[in-house]
């Protein structure tokens, strides 16, 4: 499967955003899918999961209440809602497909990367 990062972009502090995650080649609702992020210098961190029916999501705690993960199916697109934005949210986020059962937090369990979009929260 082939994925496609899109909608980050420049926001201020307290705004939002809306990723996208397009898929093609195989149909997404075969895989758990996760979003991570990369921030320049650090390593790259879990932001959220959701499984493949969409009933149950994850969230690290730095992002929960905030950021909102969903998914259409019939669309083959996986979304993050980011609200109240922060500076420290600024990274490039990287949509991720896990052929595993189980909904994984870890990123080197993923099996297929998009290729990051770049989110920048100004303060």
């Known amino acids: 499967v082939q994925l496609q990062a899109s909608g980050g972009g420049l926001v201020q502090a307290g705004g939002s955003l809306r990723l996208s995650c397009l898929a093609s080649?195989?149909?997404?609702?075969?895989?758990?899918m996760g979003w991570f992020r990369q921030a320049p210098g650090k390593e790259r961190e879990f932001v959220s999961a959701i499984s493949r029916r969409g009933d149950s999501t994850y969230y690290a705690d730095s992002v929960k209440g905030r950021f909102t993960v969903s998914r259409e199916n019939a669309e083959n697109t996986v979304y993050l809602q980011m609200n109240s934005l922060k500076p420290e949210d600024t990274a490039v986020y990287y949509c991720a497909a896990s052929r595993s059962i189980f909904v994984l937090t870890t990123g080197t369990m993923y099996d297929y990367w998009g290729q990051g979009t770049q989110v920048t929260v100004s303060s």
């Open positions: 080649g195989r149909t997404l609702s075969s895989y758990n």
